[in-house]
């Protein structure tokens, strides 16, 4: 498998790809694959680095609740 990317492999590549999709297409394609790889790398980037946490807020004290008010006796 270290041997996939040798000059020659990329040169038949190259030719295979100007064959199938001509001089007028191959700059569209390698121009949407250089941002898909810019836009993928953006985002995986954006995953990597953790978001600052938010900012402290403090809680105000709540109000303490009402005393219980006196049993109900039955009739």
Do not use: C, T
Not at 15 to 41: D, I, M, T, Y
């Amino acid at each position: 498998m270290g041997d996939l990317l040798q000059p020659w492999h990329l040169v038949v590549l190259g030719v295979v790809a100007f064959l199938l999709f001509g001089a007028k297409r191959l700059p569209e394609l390698g121009k949407g694959l250089g941002e898909g790889l810019k836009g993928f790398k953006e985002g995986i980037k954006g995953v990597s680095d953790p978001a600052p946490p938010p900012p402290a807020v403090q809680q105000q004290a709540a109000a303490p609740p009402p005393p219980p008010s006196a049993p109900v006796e039955p009739k």
